[in-house]
T-cell receptor, first 114, second 112 residues
């Protein structure tokens, strides 16, 4: 089954404790992206990747890092999480990232930073 | 990217057609109209997209006006599982980063 998976689905952590949220897709997509969703602010793009070893900032990249060492995986790294990073995170992928591509979303990771 | 305007909420009776409107009066000629939905904090789900012509798939139909300034998503026989927030998104082909810009969407409640 074609899908985007994220782990963990739920995470409660404390300020400053490094964490990684994994994202994997099995559709051989070139493009992957991370969004965060907050009440009243909608979904906002954090980082995206057009291909292996090619990543770029989205609208809200501060406090986050990403890597794209292989096509199927696009982990989101929070080196020193803070409470304002408490949010619902979604990973997405599409074939090329163009406006005619359909983006497929993962199930989400709900992160709470205390 | 062109902005979209949707009603914040709508109700629909189960089994009836749900018609969700979207205004995108500043859309340009090469921008696509996409519809996604999000069921209770799950990942957004793609529904349908179009450029000029009406489109239909197994989930829904998309009607785009001739001037392309508005569109309507039609769920022909709404079920309780169609209760969700529906997002109308206009995509700029020259958008750097391929991002989807989600507005506030329409919260559709399908009632028995």
């Amino acid at each position: 089954e074609a899908q985007v998976t994220q782990n963990p689905r739920y995470l409660i952590t404390v300020t400053g404790k490094k964490l990684t949220v994994t994202c994997s897709q099995n559709m051989n997509h070139e493009y992957m992206s991370w969004y965060r969703q907050d009440p009243g602010l909608g979904l906002r793009q954090i980082y995206y990747s057009m291909n292996v070893e090619v990543t770029d900032k989205g609208d809200v990249p501060e406090g986050y890092k990403v890597s794209r060492k292989e096509k199927r995986n696009f982990p989101l790294i929070l080196e020193s999480p803070s409470p304002n990073q408490t949010s619902l995170y979604f990973c997405a992928s599409s074939l090329w990232g163009s406006s005619t591509d359909t983006q497929y979303f993962g199930p989400g990771t709900r992160l709470t930073v205390l | 990217d062109a902005k979209t305007t949707q009603p914040p909420s709508m109700d629909c009776a189960e089994g009836r057609a749900a018609n969700l409107p979207c205004n995108h009066s500043t859309i340009s000629g090469n921008e696509y109209v996409y519809w996604y939905r999000q069921i209770h904090s799950q990942g957004p789900q793609y529904i349908i997209h179009g450029l000029k012509n009406n489109e239909t798939n197994e989930m829904a139909s998309l009607i785009i006006t001739e001037d392309r300034k508005s569109s309507t998503l039609i769920l022909p026989h709404a079920t309780l599982r169609d209760t969700a927030v529906y997002y109308c998104i206009v995509r700029d082909p020259y958008n750097q980063g391929g991002k989807l810009i989600f507005g506030q969407g329409t919260e559709l409640s399908v009632k028995p």
